[in-house]
């Protein structure tokens, strides 16, 4: 049967609701109190680190940083449910994945703080750092992919974009191909409505982004961005299936973008206040917060200890990173090539001493 | 020793590859069971498996996207773009990730990877499929640039190619895939990626080409041993780095310099070789150096291409000149 522009779309996943109300049951994972309080305690750490990146952005201290205010589920809910041996490649706004991944603070902080050494992880190797040019990292995705299958290794690809991704050739031709090749690759959009200033119903007219994974014949869904239960839930489902060679998902996350697009943006410039307040009910840690308080006794004092937690781990990254010197000017040459060319080195001679 | 064409050569080197390093594997559009369109890779999807020689979609942009998660990930990929033409969809991974990768994770994350593509005219092919796109790509700090004139230089140079732990463009020059035939050993033996080729010595005028050019050029230096003027021929081989020292070395004994190329003239890799010599070896220079080069058009279509490719008669003229200045 031909699949038609207003085919009935399968429904969004969410357990939940943004009251924190349980809408399903939840899964097996949601029902221990330590993985909900983990689950959490990355995203309130990821917002603290946010609202600090962005003092020290107003501040001269940092350069343009992308926030992900709002978003901080996707980020969360994709990492915890990825094992170590798989490769996350992030765009500019998965913070919340990375730090789960066990990239550092202070390597978060020297990477948008213009310094290379940021990207250097001490863990979390073979992971890419943050993608700028948007949805060039799906195609690294399908050949780190491919490079899993061919060394028998065990792992998969994990790619996130936003839904202005979705609309760059980059992205349908790697969806292809892992569709073609039954890569084990998982993509994922976050789906924050807004491509700085271009709104969803301006970027496609498909209904869902998630149908886009009809044209590369592999299953799509969406999920509610908002319920790291639900993005966690339907990402292992995805490495699971992934795993056991039957090929990649796309999985689109509902979520909203209650920043601007990065610090050098105004997005009072084209959206109303009132959108953005009326998101704020829906966003991620109140409804986890509600339902920790609700049913696992999460009161005020782990509340305050967590918060106090954070700061203090992130005010200690913010002085290292702000206490460590650039690298000598010499290192522009030293890591273009595996052996520096004689080019290279003539050049670098101009630098005198530096 | 067996004696074999460029597109053999490249095959031979391909099939090495494969065979040293379970990690190389090869894709792009038509490389499997047809061999790919010049049937560089003939036979090889037969021998090594269809997972390490892959037919791909028509994917510019995830051919080289793919190479580069690939490579980052432990493979030694060799993609192949089918002809220069089409190659625009994947410079923006070759700009953006290919060549950066090394630098922006300070080595944690490197690219080993090659992306074949045969470049220029002469054979008259369909439009976009006959132009010298080098060197755009040249200008890209972190990739390597390699072209090969013969098919001995185009195996020693596929294998260091592959075997090199950056990313390389190796651009061959279609016209000489089945125009000579020379001895080429199987013996797996690379040749420096960094390193230009003195092809013959002479004492009056410096040529230097790259690619089909050499065979212009060396036709042109046949005609003018005849003359009693004699040149050096430096084929270049590797465009990026660019083997200065053996071109200045070159023009410090001729002092006079004719530069070949097949692209056109403006910003072209004539340029940057004029600027060094202009830099470096001026009071060594007898003469102004000349380019002669592709126009600053676009590449004709087929009816007219030899009038815009250089020949060895444009090059006699060249000499000529700069003979005659002093």
Redesign the interface.
């Given at each position: 049967m031909p699949i038609q522009a207003d085919h009935e779309l399968s429904g969004v996943t969410v357990f939940l609701d943004p009251a924190g109300l349980p809408v399903l049951d939840l899964p097996r994972f949601a029902r221990h109190r330590e993985t909900l309080v983990a689950l959490y305690s990355a995203m309130v750490r990821t917002r603290t680190f946010d609202a600090k990146a962005i003092s020290l952005q107003r501040t001269g201290r940092l350069g343009t940083y992308a926030s992900s205010l709002g978003q901080e589920a996707v980020a969360v809910g994709i990492a915890s449910a990825m094992s170590d041996e798989d490769?996350l490649?992030p765009s500019f706004r998965e913070h919340g994945a990375q730090l789960w991944r066990g990239v550092s603070l202070e390597e978060m902080f020297l990477f948008w703080g213009g310094d290379?050494?940021g990207?250097?992880?001490a863990v979390a190797?073979?992971d890419?750092?943050v993608c700028i040019?948007v949805a060039?990292q799906?195609?690294?995705?399908?050949?780190?992919?491919?490079?899993?299958?061919?060394?028998g290794e065990p792992g998969v690809?994990v790619a996130v974009g936003g839904d202005g991704a979705t609309s760059k050739?980059?992205f349908y031709?790697?969806l292809?191909?892992v569709g073609?090749?039954t890569l084990p690759a998982v993509f994922v959009i976050a789906n924050n409505q807004w491509a700085i200033s271009v709104p969803r119903v301006d970027q496609t007219r498909a209904r869902a982004l998630a149908d886009k994974a009809v044209a590369a014949g592999i299953p799509g869904e969406q999920v509610d961005g908002n319920d790291v239960i639900a993005v966690r839930e339907a990402i292992e489902r995805a490495l699971v299936r992934a795993r056991s060679g039957k090929g990649g998902t796309l999985i689109e996350c509902l979520t909203y973008r209650l920043g601007d697009h990065t610090t050098a943006d105004d997005a009072s410039r084209y959206r109303a206040d009132e959108e953005v307040s009326s998101h704020w009910s829906e966003e991620p840690l109140v409804r986890l917060r509600a339902y920790l308080v609700a049913h696992h006794g999460w009161a005020k004092k782990d509340e305050e200890a967590l918060l106090h937690g954070c700061r203090d781990q992130i005010e200690k990254a913010a002085e290292a990173y702000l206490a460590t010197p650039p690298q000598p000017v010499r290192s522009m040459f030293e890591?273009?090539?595996?052996d520096p060319?004689?080019?290279q080195a003539a050049q670098a001679g101009e630098l005198g001493d530096a | 020793m067996p004696e074999c064409t460029m597109i053999e050569a490249i095959r031979m080197a391909l099939s090495r590859a494969l065979k040293e390093d379970p990690?190389v594997?090869i894709f792009g559009e038509d490389v499997g069971i047809d061999g790919g369109v010049f049937r560089a890779t003939d036979g090889l999807t037969q021998r090594y498996g269809a997972?390490?020689v892959?037919d791909?979609?028509l994917?510019e942009?995830?051919i080289?996207?793919?190479?580069?998660?690939?490579?980052?990930?432990?493979?030694r990929?060799v993609a192949e773009i089918q002809f220069t033409g089409f190659l625009y969809?994947a410079l923006?991974?070759l700009a953006?990730?290919a060549?950066r990768l090394?630098?922006?994770?300070?080595?944690?994350?490197?690219c080993p990877l090659v992306l074949r593509a045969p470049y220029g005219g002469g054979i008259k092919a369909p439009e976009h499929h006959s132009e010298s796109t080098e060197a755009m790509l040249a200008h890209i700090?972190?990739l390597?640039v390699v072209i090969p004139s013969s098919p001995a230089r185009a195996y020693g140079l596929l294998l260091a190619a592959i075997r090199?732990?950056?990313p390389v463009v190796f651009f061959e020059p279609k016209r000489l895939y089945r125009a000579i035939r020379e001895p080429v050993e199987d013996d797996g033996m690379a040749l420096p990626i960094?390193k230009a080729v003195l092809l013959r010595e002479g004492a009056d005028v410096t040529l230097v080409a790259w690619g089909a050019m050499i065979t212009e050029a060396n036709e042109a230096a046949d005609q003018l041993a005849e003359m009693g003027i004699s040149a050096d021929l430096i084929d270049l081989a590797s465009l990026k780095?660019?083997d200065?020292?053996t071109i200045r070395s070159s023009v410090e004994k001729t002092g006079r310099c004719v530069i070949v190329h097949e692209a056109p003239l403006t910003a072209g890799l004539g340029a940057e070789i004029a600027a060094d010599l202009a830099e470096h070896c001026m009071t060594s220079l007898l003469a102004p150096i000349r380019r002669v080069t592709g126009f600053d058009t676009v590449m004709p279509y087929f009816r007219l291409e030899a009038h815009y490719m250089p020949d060895a008669a444009r090059i006699l003229k060249a000499v000529h000149n700069v003979m005659e200045f002093a």
């Open positions: 490769v490649l290379e050494r990207n250097d992880f190797r073979q890419f750092p040019p060039s799906f195609p690294h995705a399908a050949g780190v992919a491919l490079a899993m299958v061919q060394k690809a050739g980059d031709e790697a292809n191909m073609i090749w890591y273009l090539y595996a060319t004689q080019d | 990690d594997i997972s390490r892959r791909t979609p994917s942009t995830a080289a996207g793919m190479a580069v998660g690939a490579a980052a990930h432990g493979l990929p969809p923006d991974q953006n990730h060549s090394r630098n922006r994770t300070r080595g944690r994350l490197t700090p972190g390597r090199d732990p950056d960094n780095p660019l200065r020292g």
